[in-house]
């Protein structure tokens, strides 16, 4: 294999994950036209349901897929004995989930949806959460294969099938709701159906004991952080929907997709530094500890600064964008921007303890830490403030568990990073950004005289190593960095 390859293909899976992001940033204005802010809450907490209840379709077996691609490579028919039993048992999860929660979503399910209706809505997200899996499974079968652009193809095209659909359902026949998770449905299933006749043609359909046994033995661990993780993300929409209304929900999800744009960055970011943060462990020592501090300095205060800048500005910007109905949902997003500036500081720890097969164990600590916590900020907070609160126990969560995780990966891989500079930078911009909730004279002249400030001192402490985090994007002087 190319020495090359995992960059194409990080490039590859990147550039098809920021497209399919960037079209959807883009069609807000459109979704917001056509859509009420009750539809825009209905889709928010099915698909926060459905997200949760992905984890009993597929028991993490997901996970399994590349972690056992090159186990036992030479042993013939290996592959399809493996992929072949997995595929098996992601049917039976299919139709054995599908019954159960259909058949006790009365009980089980119906007090999480407050005048939401079972039928159609919940319905709708089974069918998308038990064909899902399939097409997870084959796409990372590809991702073993290093088959990225196979992947990127066919990940766009199910995006591109979903989209036109709800175009389709929402744009020309006006059904809402209903006609956003119909078209997720339907693109599920098609594609379920695609995967499945691809995947059973290659490897069969097989039940062999001692492989399942071992994959599931890797995989089921995984569950509870897997599970901590999607209800983290579910816990919002579901205490707002209880407390406050189905609208309030719709609200809240449209600011977080805006502040989704900085962890698009993000993530992109993180994807291409992780492998030359474990070069600079491995190979250069102390000297490529320092090189890990100087990026993440460089990246916190790059999206600190961004995050401030935007923040300072969304009002003016969602105003802009939406339509009336959902005018109020820049006053979240400052909350849930820094929320992702944070998530570097998580990552700042967790560099150590992924380098350190000591450290793995420490991790899924600080996920059940940041779920209890949102949890009760969400119920102190979210019944008083609204929305709002729900930005705020959502980044409080993230700030206090951040400890938690810094806690562990200092005393498992200290690379010399001190906690008072991490924190320091964030804080303060976060802090200024709330500038936008006072009532001073001549504002928008304020914000603009801040944001220039902000950008000139960005640039002043980081200007220099710009040049650094280039390198390790596009794998130049891979060896002198």
Known sequence: MSSRKPLINTIIYTFSSFLRKSISFLLIPVYTRVLTTQDYGVVGIITGVYTVLNVFFNLSLDSAIVRFYFNKNSVSDYHKKLYGS?????????????MFFVSTAKWIISPFLKGIEIYPYFYLGIIIVATTPMFTIHQNILKAQQNGLRFATQNLSRYTMQLLLILLFVVVYKTGALGVLGARAITGMVFYVFSLVILTKNYGLHFNKPILKETMSYSIPLIPNKIALFVSLAINTVVINSYKSTSDVGIFHVGSQFAMIILVFIQSIATACLPWCFDQLENHGMDGKKKIIRIFNMLLIMFSTFALITSLFMEEIIKFVVSESFGTAWIVYSFLTFTYVFHIIKNVWLVPLLYNKKGTKFIPISTYVNVI??????????????????????LLARFISSFVMMYFSRKVEDIGYIPIKVYTYPLIM????????????????????????????????????????????????????
Request: charge should be positive; glycine fraction near 6%.
């Open 373 to 394: 916590l949102i949890l009760i900020f969400s119920l102190l907070l979210i019944p008083r403030y609204g929305i709002i609160g729900a930005g705020i126990s959502t």
């Open 86 to 98: 997995i595929i098996t048992v992601i049917i039976a999860l299919g139709i054995i989930f599908s």
């Open 430 to 481: 976060f802090v200024l950004s709330n500038i936008i909730f006072i009532p001073i004279p001549y504002l928008f002249i304020v914000k603009l005289l801040l944001s220039i400030s902000a950008a000139l001192i960005a640039y002043k402490i980081i200007g220099s190593d710009l040049a650094l985090i280039y390198n390790i994007l596009f794998n130049k002087n891979r060896k002198t960095v």
